[in-house]
């Protein structure tokens, strides 16, 4: 497995694949769920990529940048295990310059559920994807639907920006507990992982719901709200959604989303179903 930390290499090592490349972009420490995009990038592609980049554009100013695990050796490990063909590491110094360009999200899908409550986070993530894309010219990229609005606004960005290139959105992958996985979960405590627990339950409860047939979007958030409201959980929103974001009224197979994002102490998770 190569280990590349300079663009100048990375894009070296690029020209000298002449093979189908499949692309995995983390943030490390990786878990299941980035292993499961590892796969299946491996499965569809000749070559594997996978970068790790804590990008601090992403990060709002009083968010968990500095606290974010970082646990590079283990990583590294990882995706030696996993069959990956090379690991890019680049430096933030080399990422970015000052004063730079920067993108914005669609007015319509940046700036509610998540892009609410952190109005630029959708701006860095266009930002490091697009260097990264351009740095490794993937044919294939891989993401989790565990960040539902993340895929769908760059899915938005490879068809606007006329990217050649394929985004393939891959399923969320949870812990025996049935919590979606994330390298933020660390944070929870014994206590609090328990009352997130709730959070999975809610979307267990909502699609037994919607497989007794029911439809009416409206009557499933009200129903998702109340078994949300326990002691020590805060929900956030739980809506459901078409894939512009826009709110539904009516389940339609293959284009509704159902979203759930809540604070457990300090912690925000994500969670959501897509049917
Ligand atoms: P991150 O390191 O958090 O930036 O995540 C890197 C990629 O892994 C993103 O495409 C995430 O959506 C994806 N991912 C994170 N958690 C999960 C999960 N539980 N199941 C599937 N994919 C995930």
Sequence with gaps: MEIIKTIAEMREYRRSIQAIVGFVPTMGALHEGHLSLMRRSESESECSIVSIFVNPTQFGANEDFDKYPRTLEKDLELCEKEGVDAVFIPNVNEMY???????????????????????????????????????????????????????????KMVEQFFLNM???????VRDSDGLALSSRNIYLSDQERRIALRIPQTIELIESCIQEGETNAKKLEKKAFENLHIEGLEPIYA??????????????????????TARV???????????
């Design 97 to 155: 310059k000052n004063d730079e360009i920067t993108l914005n999200p669609p007015k319509k899908m940046g700036y509610i559920f998540e892009g609410f409550d952190r109005p630029t986070h959708f701006s860095g993530v266009l930002q490091v994807v697009l260097k990264l894309f351009n740095i490794i010219r993937p044919h294939k990229a891989f993401f989790g639907q565990k960040d539902a609005q993340q895929v769908l606004i760059l899915q």
């Design 166 to 172: 394929e985004l393939i959105p891959c399923p969320i």
């Design 239 to 260: 809506s459901f959604v078409n894939h512009c974001l826009e709110p539904i009224e009516k389940i339609v197979w293959d284009q509704s989303i159902f979203l759930i």
């Design 265 to 275: 102490g300090k912690t925000r998770l994500l969670d959501n179903l897509w049917i």
